[in-house]
């Protein structure tokens, strides 16, 4: 992220990300990008049937990338969240609910303070089941939306997934202040409510 020096993140020597792993039998995964890994996390963790969430790198070309080699913008990956959840007791619909009201979907290749195609919006879908309901979801929201601008988030087909190194793993647990300030310095949730009329779901 663009302030990441601001907040005095560690540069850790971790090793390269391995690609993620298959769910446990019964659960699915859900792929989204909305900009900053770190900002995406809170919002499905606090959600009833999410199991796990992970901040990671898809969507390029680099096999196993590094944060510094996606930060440069060149190997095509796009900062996101990957979800794990149980279908009994969340829908795909509802993850889509909150994807949308935590990212500004009218701009492409950025997000709030962090600029370039690292940081842009997508939906990963893993199958055609979440493809239709992903095209369906934003179809309706093109018609609801309380902002006047369309909706360009792209619908596009999930690819490797690699885990972003430990140290960006539930970042605003491990490091709440630090994440704050990057938060309202970044003017994420000022923006959001701007969009939605309301603060981040």
């Excluded at 909305?34 to 809170?42: A, H, I, Q, R, V």
Aim: charged share 25%; hydrophobic share 35%; net charge positive.
């Amino acid at each position: 992220m663009l302030l990441a020096a601001l907040v005095g993140t560690a540069v850790a020597a971790a090793a390269m990300s391995a690609p993620a792993q298959t769910p446990q039998p019964g659960l699915e995964k859900a792929t989204f990008a909305g900009g900053c890994f770190w900002c995406m996390e809170p919002p499905f963790d606090k959600l009833p049937g999410v199991v796990s969430t992970t901040s990671g790198y898809t969507g390029g070309t680099k096999p196993n990338p590094t944060y510094e080699e996606v930060s440069s913008g060149r190997t095509g990956h796009a900062e996101s969240v990957e979800v794990l959840y149980d279908p009994k007791k969340i829908s795909y619909e509802k993850l889509l609910d909150a994807f949308w009201h935590n990212i500004d979907p009218t701009v492409r290749d950025r997000q709030f303070c962090d600029v370039g195609t690292q940081y842009r919006t997508a939906i990963f879908v893993h199958n055609d089941e979440q493809r239709r309901v992903a095209e369906r979801s934003k179809a309706e929201l093109q018609k609801t939306k309380p902002f006047k601008q369309d909706i360009v988030t792209p619908i596009v087909p999930a690819s490797t997934f690699y885990p972003a190194e430990q140290y960006h793993q539930d970042f605003y647990k491990k490091n709440p202040i630090r994440y704050k300030f990057y938060r309202d310095g970044c003017g994420r949730d000022a923006r959001l409510k701007e969009l939605w009329g309301s603060a981040p779901r």
